[in-house]
């Protein structure tokens, strides 16, 4: 069973729409969650930590369900400039003290 | 610099060549991380480095595949006898040191052919 896994998508939505997704977590002793962006052909960059009490960043709320392990991202009234790859991440023991483990990725792709 | 920068940006080397991996990452940051993405996967983890010490190296997917940060700043990883598997975008990443997220490098696109 992979660390973090990730519904690949892709995700087709309309402009202005709501659009959420999970993402779940194997290794219960992980303490720190992110959700991270990646354009077509470029670096992943950091969207948002994820916290216990769920954080809200604008149009965007993280959540996490320890007692589920897992981690959602909801993004509301949808951008043509939200079309990317949301990449759920983790930090594990097997990536190092300070490792990271990221999920394959959720293909976000808004529609005019 | 203001970021973590990458070079080169492109490489294509014949199956059976050595290629090394240039990262200088943002300064000051303690640690430094190197990932293999795949087209259509996510990152995968190589190796972490803390200073010039490397405290982790399983993700190493074969002794073929060399890293080192002799003086705690700029990274080199290096791939000996390349083979066409190893074709991906070798990310590098730096950050504080805490548990955190990370800055990405642009990456080098590797094209074994």
């Known amino acids: 069973r992979k660390e973090v896994e990730q519904d690949p998508g892709p995700f087709n939505v309309p402009e202005g729409a709501t659009v959420a997704f999970n993402c779940t977590y194997s290794?219960?002793?992980?303490?720190?969650f992110f959700w991270y962006r990646q354009d077509c052909r470029k670096e992943p960059k950091l969207l948002m930590s994820?916290?216990?009490s769920g954080n809200e960043d604008g149009r965007f709320t993280a959540q996490l369900n320890r007692a589920s392990q897992y981690i959602s991202l909801l993004i509301r009234d949808s951008k043509l400039s939200d079309s990317a790859t949301y990449l759920c991440?983790?930090?594990?023991?097997?990536?190092?003290?300070?490792?990271?483990?990221f999920g394959k990725g959720t293909h976000l792709i808004i529609q005019p | 610099g203001a970021g973590v920068s990458q070079s080169p940006r492109y490489k294509v080397a014949k199956r059976g060549q050595d290629v090394a991996l240039r990262c200088d990452p943002i300064?000051?940051?303690?640690?430094l991380f190197w990932y293999q993405q795949a087209l259509g996967q996510g990152p995968e983890f190589l190796t972490y480095?803390?200073?010039?010490?490397?405290?982790?190296k399983s993700g190493l997917p074969s002794d073929r595949f060399f890293a080192e940060r002799p003086e705690g700043s700029v990274s080199t990883l290096k791939i000996q006898r390349t083979q066409q598997e190893d074709s991906a975008v070798y990310l590098c990443?730096?950050?504080?040191?805490?548990?955190?997220?990370?800055?990405f490098g642009s990456g080098t696109r590797l094209t074994v052919v």
């Open positions: 300064s000051g940051h303690v640690s």
């Open positions: 290794n219960s002793a992980s303490q720190s």
């Open positions: 994820v916290y216990s």
């Open positions: 990443a730096s950050s504080l040191g805490t548990v955190r997220g990370y800055t």
């Open positions: 480095f803390q200073n010039e010490a490397q405290l982790d």
């Open positions: 991440v983790v930090n594990s023991q097997g990536g190092g003290a300070d490792g990271l483990t």
